[in-house]
């Protein structure tokens, strides 16, 4: 009763106020470094090279011509070279004025396929995040708003897709239908939707047993709409937590996929794939291994930090795989 | 220590807490001593401190600080004492029943095993080894933890823990909340304390459970001449087994004296109210909110008097001016601004 | 250096230096389940299993369990067993243990029939005349034989060997002691050898597949390593106690093209890729100069290579666009198949990186390629299968005869691509051919047939590494590093 | 207790038959006939449509998929997981040579984690806010962070070619063990650090703290034995629940480190579309892994009385 005399409820109260005050000192500015360590991605993932679409020709037609076979949705390079073209001549080269962070064993530019890296990099990231997110929270609210058989038998089939270890089945997944990133990404959001469908399904269900909702029921407000009012505010918080987690999870995995050969085929500029490539010349030509591990340890950790930020600032209870790196 | 001396002695103790939003004065200048063999209660309102009080005597104010005041235990004062002292002090002199037995217990451990650890240190508070009271083997005496266990069992006994032979390995959760208390109990006697200090130590516990608790610290009191300082919100439990009673009210001694006199004849508004709204009928579990107004939040200094705000008599005076403490007859006091409330005589004000 | 050799890890034997012990780095797993007929445990290197004949260094055919052999008739061949050979238990190799090896090595390897022409099971391929002689029945008329038994998988082994117990009983300089499954095999001297008990007493040879790890080894695991990485050939002659040995080998690592498959059945497709490739560009680059621009199937080393008469494909993107437009390709995507494990003395990644110079060379005389990468076994199966376009080997044999890539275009088996019957009919010429100079003659044509249809793209002749303790002595450079005598190796103390 | 394990084993079971479906599913939709594959390896030879048909009877690779199920299932439940397109071992057999290996790394990985992240994670609640609460949390941040396949090459960069302590790689020995333990234990580590942190920070604000230095406990007492013991109950579910990322990096660091483990041995089969083997694995696996989440379950209810007795409590 009188728990507000305890100190330990003093205790709780300070963690929430001056702990958390020194806490955030710290943390705004890891917060802010990730804030800046993403937008360098995303600006390099859009200006590193042209982005040029190819137009259908049923459009072009349509169009009576007006349409060019390619549109250009983004014409600048901030890339030095192109991150394909290979130059043996200039092979294994140290990092200098011409290329900032070396060449690789083809004598390509590193600096370049490391930028259009990002953009691969992110671009798997927010596809498989989407996928998986959309995927998931369409079953999570059937199986939490219908109930019965359908719950039970979707449940079910979470339950047997988190029987295998994540990355393994990803990878089983990607080795079946062929190396390839639109494999990986496939078989990365046949696993990744699991963890949505749970917390969404969670929060529909406890939402369904507040007793406004059985009041608002008895009132005759549909249930869709129910839903809507009631699930989407409750669920987003842990959905956005949990998405920009499995951002960093996801980028860690395309990047270890790749790595075992199974994901982005060469010459794509893919972080795991370069740093797979570099792995007979760490001592000779160090810069090819390490750069693309750097890369992608920065967009991860900037990942992390912006999960775990928001986990304390939207939901403390959240828990999840993602708390790691998932063996990668 | 000397015969002359109180056992405790709290001298103006201040206890803040640091927060965001400002200092807590939990406890501003409380002052009050518990005599050999003696039960003193301190009575309040939620937030009024008591718990404070209570846990800056045995020193487990944390997060909080004693920022001023002293505590005197047998002569030695705790607020400046290191480590090692607080340890045997806690080992050996002082012990605390907590109010809510449902926390107060490790739930990992057995009972008995958390009754013999407060024996093993009131064996030998300055000699304690990790790998001993994790019972790793080598270093650890089986045979005497096994001595332990079993006075664990005797002192289960002792406290009215029925058929304690059959709960030496019950875990906690194992027991109901009265015998949790009960085990508290135990684990505070395990000390053989000169002082117990029991903070709501039968809030929790259902009418019947709570008046076979008290009658068990009343017993102990006087067979084992223990003198035991109460914290309670309940001026009954006040009633029936104290000596003394101690007025708290946001931090500070409203009202102190002899329970006969002060439950008859109350002086302060504050304590007046307090009986006022304690009709016999009202059962021990309600909760002293009949007052109209709440609680301060205990933020900040303050001035004046803390219960102005709520008091009919309350004047601008008692907002702003300083708070005399006025002696009354029979070695009671007070704190008021106006004397002639108490029905004082305006000479005895300090 | 020398001392902690081997016993690295067993924390057994003390520093400063014994010679009791060698240990080899190898880039091939001799491990493998693949090689259960031979006690578990490749032929290749190991020297615990021996061939009736053997490969010298300039590709001639030795005497060495058979002491003589001779054509008795078209299909016919009689072979002379050695006298006093000993196997490892101690029984006395006889014509018998030879039939049964022959015959198990048919049984378990079809493709043997086609490698060698052994005849079939039924047809007796092979038949013991008496103790000493045995006599082999070829399918076909098949000069080369002898060149081609000349083989370290027509290994001769006693009947108790037993590949799931690491067990292999066999008359080489070396025994088998110790198997760790993809770890290591130990071998020990055989003091009874026939040809003199072996220098050192004990030889352990390590099973390092990733090649940058095996160069490192060198650092202190390993007395001899082969295959360090190109990449870090440099850093290993850096270290004074360490000697990288080049040799050029037999063997050239080429593009199959699927010739049976739009649009690489088309001559002009295939031309164009290889005007595309500048193979003095991956030579001096890739390779760092460690190999040599080859222009045919089949390496300069070999006694019948058409090196000098065939005109290379010299890089011209000109041109080769120009025979991209001539033929039928439509801009089709070509499959380009390798495979990730190590072939014959060549490291995957090598693979790999000529697949993407290839690709970017394609790239731009507006080719698309596709490079699909798999295990040795996939890989094999699709090239047999006849799935893909182009298909990237280390091409070479590891006999005394260089012919295979002949088969390959031999219209005579439904996995291999035809070249049509006039090349059929003079692949054939040579092999049946009575006299060494026929055969050559019929195989240089063939060899400019196969470059003027283009069959293939000829890379570079490869030349492979070892890398070697200063103190290891007698180690002898050989075009096949599968007949790298061990039998002398030794150490200075 | 023996009623929740056997209640967890039944929905067990139902899991274990959908991932049983799933492997074998695995399987029959993967595109090439598996008869065309294994006639033309034995034969070296493009069989023809007559041998083609004649393996397929002679398998049952005509039945009806739900029989080919339960042939398959049978052989499984013998311990028999077929046979590989390529090598004449079973599969069954494959498995076993390698377990140990992937086994031994596993155990080597946690021992890692725990020596590791139990003073990291104790220091860390107890010295909130200080410098090495700080370290360590940028340390487990990183360790979250950072790719293993990356972590280990940097390793044997720096432990193998300039201070040479340990072997580049290999396996079976203690000292080949150790950097592939560190590279797999680090993320494990990094996990439970952070676990550990909050939950003694909570621990420590409960009451029964209060009680333990109440009685005068020294305070190491108070923090490793009342309060670690506590902590570690929300920690053993996680470590548990990591049985599933060391099988995952198990893939990745033996890969790097060349260790022939079960991981290894997958990356073969897949690369290799020897199908038999990937389902074999597959299947093995996660029925450790669902095995392994049950013994978490089991271990967890013993290390937390309450729950030990009166069944799920969840």
Redesign the interface.
């Known amino acids: 009763m009188s728990a507000a005399d305890r100190p330990q409820a003093w205790r709780r109260r300070l963690d929430g106020t001056w702990s958390r005050r020194l806490r955030s000192i710290a943390e705004d500015r890891l917060d802010l470094l990730a804030w800046v360590i993403i937008a360098a991605l995303v600006v390099s993932a859009v200006f590193a090279k042209p982005i040029r679409l190819t137009v259908p020709s049923v459009l072009q037609t349509l169009s009576g011509g007006f349409l060019a076979e390619t549109v250009t949705l983004q014409p600048l390079q901030l890339a030095p070279h192109d991150p394909i073209d290979q130059n043996l001549a200039d092979r294994l080269h140290p990092p200098s004025r011409e290329y900032p962070l070396g060449t690789d064993q083809l004598g390509r530019d590193i600096l370049s396929r490391l930028m259009v890296g990002a953009r691969i990099s992110l671009s798997v990231g927010v596809v498989v995040v989407s996928i998986s997110l959309m995927i998931g929270t369409a079953v999570g609210v059937v199986s939490g708003y219908l109930g019965g058989w359908v719950d039970e038998a979707v449940m079910r089939i979470v339950d047997i897709v988190l029987a295998f270890p994540g990355l393994l089945l990803a990878l089983v997944v990607a080795g079946i239908l062929g190396p390839s990133l639109t494999n990986i990404m496939i078989a990365l959001a046949v696993v990744g939707w699991t963890q949505y469908a749970r917390i969404v399904r969670g929060s529909v269900l406890s939402v369904k047993q507040r007793d406004f909702v059985a009041a608002a029921k008895l009132m005759g407000v549909s249930e869709p709409r129910l839903v809507s009012t009631h699930v989407i505010p409750n669920v987003i918080g842990p959905v956005v937590i949990l998405a920009t987690l499995d951002m960093a999870y996801v980028i860690l995995a395309t990047a270890g996929l790749s790595f075992l050969g199974l994901g982005a085929q060469p010459p794509t500029p893919e972080w795991g794939t370069m740093l797979s490539q570099g792995r007979h010349h760490l001592l000779t030509a160090w810069w090819i291994a390490n750069v693309p591990g750097v890369a992608i340890m920065v967009a991860v950790l900037a990942f992390n930090i912006l999960g775990d930020s928001l986990r304390d600032l939207l939901d403390p209870r959240v828990a999840s795989r993602l708390e790691g790196k998932g063996g990668l | 220590m000397t015969d002359d001396r109180p056992l405790l002695e709290v001298t103006d103790l201040q206890t803040h807490f640091e927060t965001d939003e400002g200092t807590v004065h939990a406890v501003k200048g409380a002052s009050f001593t518990v005599e050999q063999g003696e039960i003193v209660g301190i009575v309040g309102e939620s937030g009024s401190g008591k718990s404070v009080t209570a846990l800056s005597c045995i020193r487990l104010e944390e997060p909080g600080e004693i920022v001023s005041g002293s505590i005197r235990f047998r002569g030695t004062d705790v607020t400046t004492a290191d480590e090692r002292r607080l340890r045997r002090m806690r080992g050996q002199g002082m012990a605390m029943v907590f109010q809510d037995p449902t926390t107060t217990l490790n739930p990992v451990f057995r009972v008995s095993e958390q009754i013999a650890e407060a024996l093993k240190v009131h064996e030998d508070p300055d000699s304690q080894r990790l790998l001993d009271y994790l019972h790793v083997p080598p270093f650890s005496d089986r045979s005497d933890w096994a001595d332990k266990r079993r006075r664990a069992v005797d002192l289960m006994h002792e406290v009215g823990i029925p058929n304690p032979d059959e709960r030496v390995d019950a875990y906690p959760h194992e027991f109901s909340g009265g015998m949790r208390q009960r085990a508290m109990l135990a684990i505070a006697l395990a000390r053989e304390p000169d002082l117990l200090i029991a903070d709501e130590p039968t809030t929790a516990l259902d009418v019947t459970i709570q008046a076979q608790l008290l009658e068990r610290i009343r017993n102990l009191n006087q067979d084992l001449g223990m003198a035991v300082l109460l914290i309670t919100h309940d001026l009954g439990v006040i009633a029936e087994l104290c000596d003394r009673v101690i007025v708290l009210y946001d931090g500070e001694v409203m009202e102190r004296g002899s329970v006969d006199r002060m439950l008859i004849d109350p002086r302060h508004p504050y304590t007046r109210g307090l009986l006022e709204c304690l009709p016999q009928t009202t059962p021990r579990q309600s909760r002293l909110s009949s007052i109209d107004g709440e609680v301060p939040d205990q933020i900040g200094p303050g001035s004046g008097c803390p219960f102005a705000p709520r008091c009919e008599y309350a004047v601008e005076e008692c907002r702003t001016g300083e708070m005399p403490r006025v002696r009354l007859e029979d070695g009671r006091d007070a704190k008021c601004c106006r004397p002639e409330v108490l029905d004082a005589d305006p000479a005895e004000v300090e | 250096m020398a001392g902690v050799a081997g016993c690295f890890g067993d924390g057994g034997e003390p520093e400063g230096g014994t010679a009791e012990q060698i240990t080899i780095g190898l880039h091939s797993d001799i491990t493998r389940e693949f090689w259960e007929l031979y006690g578990g445990v490749s032929p290749y290197w190991t020297r615990v299993l021996e061939p009736l004949l053997w490969v010298g260094p300039d590709f001639d055919v030795e005497p060495w369990l058979a002491v003589d052999w001779e054509r008795t008739d078209k299909l016919t061949w009689e072979f002379t067993i050695r006298e006093d050979v000993q196997f490892h238990n101690g029984e006395e190799l006889l014509a018998d243990h030879v039939v049964h090896s022959i015959e198990k090595l048919i049984e378990q390897f079809p493709q043997a029939r086609f490698s060698w022409r052994f005849a079939d099971l039924e047809n007796e391929p092979v038949r013991a005349l008496d103790d000493r002689t045995v006599e082999f029945t070829t399918r076909e008329e098949f000069a080369g034989f002898a060149a081609g038994i000349a083989h370290n998988m027509v290994a001769v082994q006693h009947p108790e060997t037993d590949g799931s117990e690491f067990n292999a009983v066999g008359t080489g300089p070396y025994e088998l002691v110790d198997v760790e499954r993809e770890q290591n095999a130990r071998v020990a001297a055989f003091e009874d050898y026939w040809g003199g008990a072996p220098a050192t007493p004990e030889l352990t040879y390590r099973v390092i597949v990733d090649p940058m790890t095996r160069s490192l080894a060198m650092e202190d695991e390993l007395d001899v390593g082969f295959q360090p990485p190109k990449a870090q050939v440099e850093s290993l002659r850096s270290n004074d106690a360490i000697e990288v040995r080049e040799q050029l080998s037999s063997r050239v690592a080429l593009v199959n093209f699927n010739l049976e498959r739009g649009p690489t059945d088309d001559a002009d497709l295939r031309r164009a890729l290889n005007h595309a490739v500048s193979q003095e560009t991956i030579v001096d680059s890739i390779l760092e100069g460690l190999g040599k621009p080859a222009r045919g199937p089949i390496g300069s080393i070999v006694d019948y290579s058409a090196y000098d008469s065939l005109p290379p494909y010299e890089q011209d993107l000109e041109s080769a666009r120009g025979l991209v437009d001539r033929s039928t390709y439509e801009g089709e995507t070509l499959k380009l198949e390798i495979s990730n494990e190590a072939q014959a003395d060549w490291v995957p990644e090598q693979s790999k990186v000529l697949a993407e110079i290839i690709k970017d060379n394609a790239d731009q005389i507006g080719v698309d390629i596709d490079i699909r990468v798999s295990e040795y076994s996939a890989f094999t199966d699709a090239w047999r299968a006849k799935d893909g376009h182009m298909y990237m080997f280390l091409w070479g044999t590891k006999s005394g005869s260089s012919d295979y890539i002949f088969f390959r275009y031999h219209s005579r088996e439904n996995t291999h691509f035809s070249l049509g019957e006039e090349f059929d009919s003079t692949v054939t010429r040579g092999e049946r051919a009575e006299s060494n100079e026929e055969r050559f003659e019929a195989f240089i044509e063939a060899q400019q047939m196969m470059m003027e249809q283009a069959a293939v793209l000829p890379m570079y002749e490869h030349v492979y590494l070892m890398s070697v303790d200063r103190s290891v002595e007698g180690l002898d450079p050989h075009p096949l590093s599968e007949f790298i005598e061990m039998k002398n190796l030794r150490m200075e103390r | 207790m023996y009623r929740f394990i056997l209640r967890r084993a039944v929905?067990i079971v139902?899991?274990?038959f959908?991932?049983s479906v799933?492997t074998f599913g695995?399987v029959v939709f993967?595109p090439g006939d598996p008869a065309?594959?294994v006639l033309?390896?034995?034969?070296?030879?493009?069989p023809s449509q007559e041998a083609i048909r004649e393996f397929r009877a002679e398998h049952g690779l005509d039945d009806p998929i739900p029989v080919q199920y339960l042939d398959w299932m049978a052989d499984v439940l013998r311990g028999d997981l077929g046979q590989s397109?390529?090598?004449?071992?079973p599969v069954t057999t494959?498995i076993i040579?390698r377990f140990g290996d992937t086994a031994e790394l596993a155990v080597a990985a946690i021992l890692v984690a725990l020596v590791i992240s139990i003073p990291a994670g104790v220091i860390s609640a107890v010295h909130?806010?200080e410098l090495p609460d700080?370290a360590s949390q940028l340390g487990s941040?990183?360790g979250?962070?950072?790719?293993?396949?990356?972590l280990g090459?940097?390793l044997?960069?720096v432990f193998?070619?300039y201070l040479?302590l340990f072997?580049?790689?290999?396996?079976?020995?203690v000292?080949?063990l150790v950097l592939p333990a560190v590279t797999?234990g680090s993320?494990?580590a990094?996990?439970i650090t952070?676990?550990l942190r909050s939950s003694m920070?909570d621990v420590l604000?409960?009451?029964?703290i209060?009680?333990?230095?109440?009685?005068?406990?020294?305070?190491?007492?108070v923090v490793?034995?009342?309060a670690f013991?506590?902590a570690l109950?929300p920690v053993v579910t996680?470590v548990g629940?990591?049985?599933?990322?060391?099988?995952?990096?198990?893939?990745?660091v033996e890969?790097v480190f060349?260790r022939?483990g079960l991981g290894t041995l997958?990356?073969?089969?897949?690369?290799?579309?020897?199908?038999p083997i990937?389902q074999g694995l597959?299947l093995v696996?996660?029925v450790l892994?669902?095995v392994s989440n049950l013994l978490v379950d089991v271990a967890y209810r013993y290390?937390?009385?309450?729950i030990r007795f009166d069944g799920g409590t969840r």
């Open positions: 929905s139902f899991v274990l959908g991932v799933t695995m993967t065309e594959i033309r390896e034995q034969t070296a030879q493009n397109y390529y090598h004449d071992t494959m040579r909130t806010g700080h941040l990183l979250v962070s950072m790719p293993n396949f990356w090459y940097l044997i960069v193998s070619l040479e072997p580049v790689s290999g396996a079976g020995t000292r080949e797999l993320g494990i990094a996990i952070r676990l920070l604000e409960a009451e029964y209060g009680t333990a230095r109440s009685k005068g406990l020294r305070e190491r007492i490793y034995k009342h013991r506590n109950i996680i629940l990591q049985f599933g990322y060391l099988l995952n990096g198990a893939v990745i890969i060349q022939p997958l990356i073969e089969a897949i690369f290799a579309r020897d199908y990937v597959v696996i996660a892994f669902v290390i937390d009385p309450r």
